[in-house]
């Protein structure tokens, strides 16, 4: 059983930066594909961003194109998700999740419904 702690969210002006954190415990989580999704007051859960589980496979929304960097340390058992360029649009709640995916996928997904783990999120707020 996978445990995922996010950290790192708060409140950013808009144009500022923030880097979130995943922290996976009690199992490694190397052989996990893990993801950031966000969910805005009355929206739909969005996919931000996913990994494979060396690295060696990445999938951005569109509108986190160029803005948002994705990256894993498997040593540290942790996930980041570097957000800069911080729009109002990006104001919601981030959650982190994982995936038994240990080996080469033929065409990965960033689907929420696929992933299984799930952390108990962290805010972001983008003030203007």
């Known amino acids: 059983q996978l445990h995922l702690v996010e950290s790192g969210g708060g409140l950013v002006q808009t144009g500022g930066s923030l880097r979130l954190s995943c922290s996976a415990s009690?199992?490694?989580?190397?052989?996990?594909?893990v993801g950031w999704f966000r969910q805005a007051p009355g929206k739909e859960r969005e996919g931000v961003s996913c990994?494979?589980?060396?690295?060696?496979?990445?999938y951005y929304t569109d509108s986190v194109k160029g803005r948002f960097t994705i990256s894993r340390d498997n040593g540290k058992n942790t996930v980041y998700l570097q957000m800069d360029s911080l729009q109002s649009d990006d104001t919601a709640v981030y959650f982190c999740?994982?995936?038994?995916?240990?080996?080469?996928?033929?065409?990965?997904?960033?689907?929420?419904?696929?992933?299984?783990?799930w952390g108990q999120g962290t805010q972001v707020t983008v003030s203007s």
């Open positions: 009690i199992v490694p989580v190397v052989n996990y594909k």
């Open positions: 999740a994982a995936v038994w995916a240990p080996g080469y996928e033929i065409q990965p997904t960033c689907e929420a419904d696929t992933f299984r783990f």
């Open positions: 990994i494979s589980n060396i690295g060696d496979w990445t």
